[in-house]
């Protein structure tokens, strides 16, 4: 299985962005897609996630109101629309996905990663 994600860039406090992340190969039931975010010598940080049948969604309380995760079920995607960025949700992001029945936000319930894309807000 394989995540690809992309969209990062350079954006101003305040600018959007959308990230997406694709995923192709395997043949493994996606029930989670979510959405982290690692800055340099930081944890990685849970942003959102959502289940991929019912398209649930999940925030973490930093991101609520501002960022809204979607899924294409066709195109086997998942999105990230970022809003009114700040400075503090500049890092790398990296899309997972997740087999299991439980998930969480903690990086040890997802079973797929991608490489992470680069966020860069400028003041």
């Known amino acids: 299985v394989q995540l690809q994600a992309s969209g990062g860039g350079l954006v101003q406090a305040g600018g959007s962005l959308r990230l997406s992340c694709a995923a192709s190969g395997g043949t493994f039931t996606k029930t989670v897609m979510g959405w982290f975010r690692q800055a340099p010598g930081k944890e990685r940080e849970f942003v959102g996630a959502i289940t991929w049948s019912s398209g649930a969604t999940y925030y973490a309380d930093s991101v609520e109101g501002r960022f809204t995760i979607s899924r294409d079920k066709a195109e086997n995607t998942l999105y990230l629309q970022m809003n009114g960025l700040k400075s503090e949700d500049a890092g790398s992001y990296l899309c997972?996905?997740?087999?299991?029945?439980?998930?969480?936000?903690?990086?040890?319930?997802?079973?797929?990663w991608g490489q992470g894309t680069q966020v860069t807000v400028s003041s």
């Open positions: 997972a996905a997740s087999a299991s029945q439980t998930f969480g936000p903690h990086p040890s319930y997802y079973d797929y």
